[in-house]
T-cell receptor, first 114, second 113 residues
Framework: DVKVTQSSRYLVKRTGEKVFLECVQD?????MFWYRQDPGLGLRLIYFSYDVKMKEKGDIPEGYSVSREKKERFSLILESASTNQTSMYLC?????????????FGQGTRLTVV | AQSVSQHNHHVILSEAASLELGCNYSYGGTVNLFWYVQYPGQHLQLLLK??????LVKGIKGFEAEFIKSKFSFNLRKPSVQWSDTAEYFC???????????FGKGNQVVVIP
């Protein structure tokens, strides 16, 4: 059974803290994605990676960075957490688009910044 | 920038009514198209997908979608909804050579028994 695992289901952090969200996939997928999901705004792409050490900005990268040192792991970093980063964060992985396969999602991490 | 549009964010309908959700995307080239569903409290699940071939695709739970290339659309339909179809539905598009998987804002569908 394919699996995308996010390290935490729930996190509470203080304003100004550095926050790490971890995502691991066991499908040897090239692509990995980080989204945030907010009511009425759908899934907004923060960053994605199409290979180890490669990354591209999504639609809302400000305040975030990412790391992909190994193919199976994609980390999202909030350099200095702020209350407007309170959200549900979703990780996904997929093969390249021309492989004609779908993306698989983790369970999500609900982050609250206080 | 590529974008995916879904209209009518909130949809309320009665059981046995027909459902149609629109999805339009804004860029050319070869694309793969998806509808995902998120039931209350659960993670995203794939409902159906289009890669190539017959533009009318069938998914799980009686859903189907039609790809109309000339209209850049991939609309989702179900002839007769059930209370258990209450969920949020997301359209997603990924373009060959780009690999950016973009989502629409979603449709919150509530089915009244």
């Amino acid at each position: 059974d394919v699996k995308v695992t996010q390290s935490s289901r729930y996190l509470v952090k203080r304003t100004g803290e550095k926050v790490f969200l971890e995502c691991v996939q066991d499908m040897d997928h090239e692509n990995m994605f980080w989204y945030r999901q907010d009511p009425g705004l759908g899934l907004r792409l923060i960053y994605f990676s199409y290979d180890v050490k490669m990354k591209e900005k999504g639609d809302i990268p400000e305040g975030y960075s990412v790391s992909r040192e190994k193919k199976e792991r994609f980390s999202l970093i909030l350099e200095s957490a702020s209350t407007n980063q309170t959200s549900m964060y979703l990780c996904a992985s997929s093969r390249p688009a021309d492989s004609n396969t779908e993306a698989f999602f983790g369970q999500g991490t609900r982050l609250t910044v206080v | 920038a590529q974008s995916v549009s879904q209209h009518n964010h909130h949809v309320i309908l009665s059981e046995a009514a027909s459902l149609e959700l629109g999805c339009n995307y804004s860029y050319g080239g070869t694309v793969n198209l998806f509808w995902y569903v998120q039931y209350p409290g659960q993670h995203l699940q794939l409902l159906l997908k289009y890669f190539s071939g017959d533009p009318l695709v069938k998914g799980i739970k009686g859903f189907e979608a039609e790809f109309i290339k000339s209209k850049f659309s991939f609309n989702l339909r179900k002839p007769s909804v059930q209370w258990s179809d209450t969920a949020e539905y997301f359209c997603a598009v990924i373009r060959y050579g780009n690999n950016r998987l973009a989502f629409g804002k979603g449709n919150q569908v509530v089915v009244i028994p």
